[in-house]
């Protein structure tokens, strides 16, 4: 699970003190030191529970994404659009899931340039067993109740929904 760092302080709130006597406060900074602390203690923890089925949490997450395809085939391009990443990552972990057998490369027929990402039957068997793992330790999140994980990703939602993810409505705004 990675080396809790046991330090006597939290060093984000020192870091905070210390801007706060050179620039004055910023809450947003401690914010977002913050935000980046949790997804490094995060993805931590999810590759080590993803790891004993070979897996990380990006691979996990293309699985996952093929095995919601109703044919469970997508192409490249779309699972890079959906998973919000660059098409060099996506490229690089179907190559790696290819490799363990979890996928197949196929012929786009709608699309005679394109190539489909289709999970192979030990894909969706490794998907099953990396998800009862993830469910049993809540993906990392087990320290918190459910209202607070609702609270968490409307949080979220509204800096995503205001960078232009997608549309919606800001929280506070009225919808029309």
């Known amino acids: 699970m990675g080396n809790p760092l046991s330090l006597p302080f939290d060093p984000i709130e020192r870091a905070h003190d210390n801007w ?9 900074m401690a914010a977002v030191t913050s935000i980046m602390r949790a997804q490094q203690i995060l ?13 990380t949490f990006a691979r996990y997450e293309a699985l996952v994404l093929l095995t919601f395809s109703a044919t469970g085939a997508l192409p490249l391009g779309k699972i890079g659009e959906r998973l919000m990443v660059h098409p060099t990552s996506v490229t690089n972990s179907i190559d ?10 196929t012929p786009n027929p709608s ?9 192979t039957e030990p894909g969706r068997r490794v998907v099953e067993g ?9 993906f990392g999140l ?12 409307e949080l979220f939602k509204e800096l995503r929904v205001g960078f232009g993810d997608f549309p919606g409505t800001p929280s506070g705004a009225a919808a029309d």
Do not use: N
Request: glycine share 10%; aromatic share 6%; hydrophobic share 40%.
């Open 142 to 153: 087990d320290c918190y109740g459910e209202d607070e994980l609702w609270h968490i990703h």
């Open 111 to 119: 699309d005679g340039r394109g190539i489909l990402a289709e999970i």
């Open 20 to 28: 706060t006597r050179r620039w004055g406060p910023s809450p947003a």
């Open 96 to 105: 790696r899931l290819e490799r363990q057998g979890f996928v197949r490369r």
């Open 130 to 138: 990396a998800t009862v793992d993830l469910l049993a330790m809540d």
């Open 43 to 55: 993805i931590g923890r999810l590759d080590a529970t993803l790891k004993p089925h070979a897996l």
